[in-house]
């Protein structure tokens, strides 16, 4: 089984390489493709990446390569894991929307719509190559914002199903709480990419014991503490958002925090320079402590999954991915791109039936969704006027002298990866 991983030169990837290597059993890999155009990266991180397999004795080969088209040739299954721009960039979408007096973040608002700007063409660009060398491979997409470039991908034809980490996050969490194992948490997780609420915590699978207002009543305010939200609103909502939701539910607190304290990309950017520093050690062969702080907790575990079970050699059952509504929640159109449990094999990933979502969150799924839907024609056919549209539906932004202004910021600070601009 090959498999390639676009964006191979991130400092996520040895955890991702920590996660094949231990679970070989479940997704078999005979070689491993890391495809980058970063050249320097690339080599340290491969280099990594071949210990770290020797230590845990994987037989699977790893190579490097900065030819797209010659390291996707040929591979089952290739996992997109991209930043357009690198932290550069994402330094400006944290800090620019906040000289507007709105949330300064890369998958959400003003910055969540200039990474999308960025990333579509450039993902779509390489899974058209994907298709042209080997029609039938599987696009995993963990590349930000993953609702709108799924979407984008799926709607293009390709075989993509979108992945994220905060629902295996929650997963393992609770599973700890409850001193259970994680394969025995059932998470009622629905909603969209960043925007998703826990509704039930089933013990054994869809059909089991809902566990949830235990796990409130008993650890709420651990539970409270990891959203950084107040116990009390926990309580009221009794459901279990995810962290994102903090730039909905206060949105101006989280505004004065963001302005008062460096960018978490100034932060991963001094990160990653001191892991590429440990990743150049020929002494090193397991993935840092350091790297935990970097973010993508679990993806690895998430990744292997979502590939086993799409390539037909093991995986759960059960998975929370995105994928295209097809009518799994009522009120949205069919091609939107939720994030929810489904059942994933090789034809795909086919939505379980979900839980009905209380007004006070499809509300806010409904306004995101049609928010993704002009991001997505914005990112594809550019223009001022797309841009300004998209801003304009945000529910963080939603003033038609905040859009303007962001407009103008957006296509300014991105002026060199919009090709219309």
């Not at 890391?34 to 020797?54: N, Q």
């Not at 009622?188 to 039930?200: A, C, F």
């Not at 107040?230 to 206060?250: I, K, M």
Request: hydrophobic content about 45%.
């Amino acid at each position: 089984m090959k498999l390639a991983v676009v964006g191979g030169g991130s400092t996520y990837t040895p955890e991702l390489i920590d996660g094949f290597a231990r679970l070989r059993d479940t997704l078999p890999i005979s070689e491993l493709v890391l495809v980058d155009p970063a050249a320097d990266r690339l080599e340290l991180v491969g280099g990594l990446a071949r210990r770290i397999f020797a230590r845990q004795g994987h037989p699977g080969t790893i190579t490097t390569t900065s030819d797209l088209d010659a390291g996707v040739e040929g591979a089952d299954a290739v996992l997109l894991q991209l930043r357009v721009g690198g932290q550069a960039a994402r330094q400006q979408d944290e800090t620019w929307p906040l000289e507007c007096g709105c949330v300064g973040q890369e998958t959400t608002g003003a910055g969540g719509l200039a990474k999308a700007m960025r990333t579509v063409p450039v993902v779509l660009d390489i899974a058209e190559r994907v298709r042209r060398t080997n029609p039938d491979a599987w696009i995993i997409d963990f590349t930000n914002p993953v609702g709108i470039v799924t979407r984008a991908l799926l709607q293009a034809g390709h075989k993509a199903v979108g992945l994220c980490n905060v629902a295996i996050g929650f997963q393992r969490k609770f599973a700890a709480h409850l001193d259970v194992a994680p394969s025995d948490v059932f998470l009622n997780h629905v909603g969209l990419n960043h925007l998703s609420w826990e509704l039930g915590v089933r013990l054994g699978g869809p059909d089991g014991a809902d566990v949830l207002p235990k796990l409130l009543g008993e650890h709420g305010d651990a539970i409270a503490d990891d959203l950084r939200l107040p116990r009390s609103v926990v309580d009221r909502l009794g459901v279990v958002p995810s962290y994102y939701l903090r730039y909905f539910y206060a949105h101006d607190e989280v505004v004065r925090e963001l302005g008062s304290k460096p960018s978490r990309a100034a932060e991963v950017a001094a990160m990653e320079k001191e892991l590429l520093t440990m990743y150049g050690d020929p002494k090193l062969d397991e993935k840092p402590a350091l790297l935990a702080k970097r973010g993508g907790a679990f993806y690895s575990e998430a990744a292997v999954d979502l590939a086993s079970s799409l390539l037909g050699s093991g995986g759960s059952r059960y998975q929370v991915v995105n994928t295209y509504n097809n009518g799994t929640l009522p009120f949205l159109p069919d091609d939107a791109v939720i994030e929810v449990q489904a059942t994933v094999d090789g034809n795909g990933a086919t939505p379980l039936a979900a839980p009905v979502l209380d007004p006070l969150y499809a509300g806010l799924v409904a306004n995101v969704t049609a928010y993704e839907d002009l991001a997505l024609e914005a990112a594809l056919r550019g223009g001022r006027d797309r841009v300004f549209r998209a801003l304009l539906a945000h529910p963080l932004i939603g003033q038609y002298a905040y859009a303007d202004e962001l407009t103008d910021k957006l296509v300014a600070h991105n002026r060199e990866h919009l090709a219309w601009a």
